[in-house]
């Protein structure tokens, strides 16, 4: 009868600790037995008892799953008290057969890191990782801006204002100021294309045919919403590109070498000469 061969790995870890991250609790674990797991609230205090309870196990380094944003807190938290910590991806700890639980998953993530068999996500250094909120915040309000054009559109064109037609862009300088006009009670279509900008390549008298009000009164009320939701996001991404420009100017202030590649944006006046 041939004798099974077992495979032994090497402790690359010995002082593990891994940690299931959930949105009400988290789940740590530093050894494979019973006493060796303990649930923790997520509040500021829950995170401070685990630290404590971590220090008295003499944890050293911890593996967690990046579970959607519920991991940062508790990540900042961990590296502020001296714990190396690394973020992995869920398809690295996904257990092997048997039924799931929080306990076993933290165990399981303690066991692979006590181990060496995970590797840490990227991370970006603080300043990328505000940067990347600001653009990822500013992406947003552009999408949520873009929906609010379409249902402009719609509501524009339910009333018959095919504004759509005779401008590219609906909220261009013609589509804002007809819009707005329009908005503010003047209804004929005659001296809303009057608003038109010189540069529009529509005429006049073509404008007016396509801005011919119905009178739906339902449908006025719904596009004041949405024009006044348009406005209110274009003053938030205003208001997100200074911060977005506030915060490149002090990192490129604190950096020799960033500010030699820096071109400086040229002032209106500058721009006007050249022009």
Known sequence: METKKQISLEVVHPNACGIDIGSRSHWSAVGQNAEDVKEFGVYS???????????????????????????????????????????????????????????????????????????????????????????????????QSASCVRRIQKYLRLMNMRLEVVVRDVVGLTGSSIIEAFLNGEHQGEELAKLRHYNCRKSEEEIAKALQFNGRKDYLFALQQEWNSYKHLQQQITETDLQIDQLLKELIDKDDHKKQHTIEKKSTSEKTKMR
């Open 45 to 143: 205090q829950d995170q401070l008892e685990m630290c404590s309870w971590l220090h008295s196990k003499g944890v050293t380094s911890i593996a967690m799953e990046s579970t959607g944003t519920y991991w940062q807190n508790l990540f900042s938290t961990l590296v502020g008290q001296g714990f190396e910590v690394i973020l992995v991806n869920g398809r690295q700890t996904k257990n092997i057969k048997g039924k799931k639980t929080d306990i076993k998953d933290c165990q399981w993530i303690q066991k692979l890191h006590s181990l060496g068999l995970l590797s840490a996500s990227f991370l970006p250094d603080s300043d990328t990782d505000t940067v990347r909120t600001y653009s990822r915040h500013r992406q947003n309000l552009l999408k």
